[in-house]
């Protein structure tokens, strides 16, 4: 009996050592939250950048995101974070700083040397020792940078564009295309290992952080693509503000004119902006922003052709943007005479933008160049040997009405060191079309000679034209009409229509200018002269006819008597 009692027991020894050593290893795969922090854990860094305007600015918990949508980002390849261990308080400060780093909402984190962090909150400032723990660290393809068995700490980690070479993939996902990042991500201490923010009494070993960069995109673009000498247009400069633009020391815009450019004065306005599609637009009317209060404004001289334009942000100007997307600013400008002295017919025009932020970083980011045109037309003149026929002479209309009425496009001047140029166009009516032009009666005859030798009453071309309609999304048209013909041929008689669809490349400069097919003149019908010899034939002929009339009616006369 006792040996089969024996037996029962050492049956329920073993399940229970089996039981518990099950138990054990379940434990082992979920162990048990501990308040104790362990002596290691990894960091990873995952950069991506991303668009402000899905931006949910929702802080990080430390752990992987098992969905990235959130971040509405790409992964950026080629950024280099610099990695220092947060020691100690300094000498100076090892009474007065707390042994464990401050963190926090209002806490800022600077590094002084490479040696020395500073830490600050208002009237708060406190500095520690650092040691590096990263060199030439980089993301990968995958825009994670991975350190391992980092020893429990306090870590500064802090973005160093210097020494980056930003790559996003493309569409394909196999090629790779540089990206500008103008303003690096806020520098920021994280623990290794940290809090679990859902289990207060347990650890994260793996943490996670996303660190996300604003690419701060910067357009520049005219409000016509084309335009005619005389013109005065709008330019805008768009600029996306950096979530943090409150905290900025230093905004500024910078745009220097074109000499073609006449700058309009007091013309500037400052937009709130909202991206829409792929294009920055107005918001309000532009009134937020207050000069000499929230910006100082320099403009160019008031008889200066070109000259700089400068926007600069003040304090409440920082404060009074802050949660703008981007702003836009706008100012008008005149195509002016210097036009015609150019090469080509373009107003080529970039504007800079310049950053710094509360560390004292400073970056800066130029537009795009922007572009303005206008057009010309040669008119090549030819007889029927299609050989150049000089001395005829030309005016332009808007409209083929225009034309056939004979109300030319007219034109103001002034003479620059001896060559007259084009200041302003005068159309025979105002911009509603029915009302008179009280300055067309006594405005300059635009007048172009082609194949003629250079007079200064007349012009080799017809120049300074707009090329396009944006508000009619059409090439622009024009009526030729030939209003003096060569010596010994006939005028043409009725308009030549001309249209910039078919402008092409001049020597292989983007000039717009326009050759029209050869305008041929017709000798005309040779007609007698009056008064010559043949009409004194005529009158002689004349006389013997009627002399011979009046004796053959005299010789009847005595023969019937």
Known sequence: ??????????????????????GAAFAEDDPKPTAIAPPNGDLTIHKYLYDADGIDNKPGDGKELKDTTRLDGKEIRGIQFDVYEVGNPTEAYK??????????????????DETTLEVSKGTDTYRYDLTKKSEDTKTSNDGEIVLKNLSRGYYFVEENLAASTPE?????????????????????????????????????????????????????????????????????????????????????????LDESLTYTTDSVKIYRAEKVGDKWQKVGSGGELVRDTDYTLTEPGLDEKGGTLEVKLLGSGFAKVDGWKGLIVEFNTTVNEKLEGKEVNIIGNKATVEFTNSHDEESERETDESEVNTGDIIVDKKDENDKNLPNSEFQIARTDKEAKDEQFIKIKTITV????RITEFVYPTLEDGTTVNPDYKDAEDWIVKPHSTKDANYFAK??????????????????????????????????????FKDSEEVEGKKTYNLTTDPIVNHKGFTLPNTGGIGTMLLIIVGIILVGMAIILNMNNKKKKA
């Open 462 to 499: 017809f120049e300074g034209l707009q090329t396009f309609s944006v508000e009619d999304d059409v090439y622009m048209s024009y009526w030729l009409v030939e209003t003096k013909a060569p010596k010994d041929y006939n005028l043409l008689g009725d308009p030549v229509e001309v249209n």
């Open 1 to 22: 009996m006792m040996k089969k009692i024996s037996s029962i027991i050492t049956l329920l020894f073993i399940a229970c050592t089996m039981i518990l050593g099950g």
């Open 95 to 112: 009474d007065a700083a707390p042994k464990v780093v401050p963190g926090g909402d209002g806490w800022t984190y600077t590094k002084i």
């Open 417 to 420: 060191e001896g060559v007259r």
């Open 168 to 256: 996003m993939s493309k569409d394909d996902g196999k090629t790779w295309a540089g990206v500008q990042i103008t303003t690096p991500v806020k520098s920021f201490v994280v623990a290794v290992p940290m809090t679990d923010p859902e289990n207060l009494n347990n650890w994260i070993t793996d943490v996670h952080v996303y660190p996300k960069n604003q690419g701060t995109e910067v357009v520049k673009e005219p409000s016509k693509p084309s335009v005619n000498v005389g013109d005065e247009f709008s330019w805008s400069i768009a600029v996306e503000l950096p979530v943090d633009i409150k905290d900025y020391k230093k905004f500024v815009i910078t745009d220097i």
